[in-house]
């Protein structure tokens, strides 16, 4: 159950019909012992046993704070790692052109159904021979 902040009594409805058919349909084949409210109380103690404790709002808003914070903390490492690779060098506008015609050159492959093309459009690099 949900942690409640009432101040007052407050009653959880339960459908005596519902109740009746989950008794009744947990119950062996062929049972046909009448079904005492002993047996609907029971099975309405072990529903409310097996439940679920609700999130409360302040858990969700915590939860949704926690995700901005490994997000900015994931960006924060992908930054770090794009100024350390520009700083040795690396050319990331290159490298993602040259994946890029990679995948397009592949892509056109598959398409043109020859995965071992020889001839290969203008433009693109082609298979070294």
Do not use: C, K, Y
């Not at 008794?23 to 109380?41: F, H, M, N, T, Y």
């Amino acid at each position: 159950m949900a942690e409640s902040r009432a101040e007052w009594t407050t009653w959880t409805l339960i459908g005596e019909a519902g109740v009746f058919e989950a008794v009744r349909q947990g119950r062996a084949l062929g049972d046909e012992a009448p079904i005492a409210s002993e047996d609907l109380w029971a099975r309405v103690a072990e529903d409310f046993t097996r439940a679920e404790p609700r999130r409360l709002a302040l858990d969700v808003v915590e939860a949704a704070r926690h995700g901005a914070e490994e997000a900015m903390a994931r960006l924060l490492e992908i930054d770090r790692a794009i100024e350390a690779g520009r700083a040795a060098g690396h050319d990331f506008g290159d490298e993602h052109q040259e994946r890029l015609r990679a995948e397009a050159l592949r892509r056109f492959n598959v398409a043109a159904g020859a995965a071992a093309r020889t001839d290969v459009p203008a433009g693109l690099p082609g298979p070294s021979a």
